[in-house]
């Protein structure tokens, strides 16, 4: 969370910067074709790493979009959250029936205690293949995300005062689309992760009771 204030207080300072700097530049004059051939060869000259600035500031937006669409419409858990108490409630009797019963249980009543066992473990395994694929998904979008944070070319302003205004509001859209999907992003990694967690221990508790 300190990061994301971090992003915002940078871009706070260009966003204040920019204006400032707007209202500074001077009124302006016409000029003949040879004065803004010339004006335009120098901000070429200055601006060199703009587009390229603007196209990673498009590439940062078209990823914080894809991360919450991902979220938003990609990923169903509601089924696994729903059973699975369900199933660690049967794990826990389980385990209280066959410490009662002891050897006292039939052949035939171990069997088919046996055998709903394993059919459980095989709906946990394939829940535990279908979080684990999500939270890749969902730790590529974070991996990739934090790397806004170590792009010190956000800080670098254009010189061209007319640059500086179309720079400021793109990254005024990067910063709508980047904060949710970061946050988004890291608090469904954190419940992927104990969802995971959960699953893998009720496999091997089913392991254990299985034999």
Not at 39 to 66: C, P, V
């Amino acid at each position: 969370m300190r990061k994301h204030f971090v992003l915002l207080g940078i871009l706070t300072g260009l966003f204040y910067y920019c204006g400032n700097a707007q209202k500074r530049n001077p009124p302006l004059v016409i000029k003949d074709s040879a004065i803004i051939k010339a004006d335009s060869n120098k901000l070429s000259a200055q601006d060199t790493g703009y587009s390229s600035r603007m196209q990673k500031i498009e590439s940062y937006i078209y990823l914080s979009k894809q991360a919450l669409l991902y979220i938003n419409h990609d990923i169903d858990t509601s089924e696994i959250t729903e059973e699975l108490p369900n199933l660690e409630d049967i794990v826990i009797k389980t385990k209280e029936s066959n410490l009662g019963l002891g050897n006292r249980q039939s052949l035939r009543n171990l069997n088919a205690s046996k055998l709903i066992l394993t059919e459980l473990k095989k709906q946990l395994e394939d829940w535990e293949k279908s979080v684990a694929k999500s939270t890749k998904k969902i730790d590529y979008f974070h991996r990739e995300l934090n790397k806004v944070y170590a792009d010190s070319s956000l800080l670098e302003l254009p010189k061209d005062s007319l640059l500086k205004v179309e720079f400021r509001e793109r990254l005024i859209q990067l910063s709508k689309k980047f904060v949710p999907a970061v946050t988004s992003v890291e608090n469904n990694l954190v419940a992927m992760e104990l969802l995971q967690n959960r699953i893998v221990k009720l496999r091997l508790d089913l392991q254990d009771e299985i034999g």
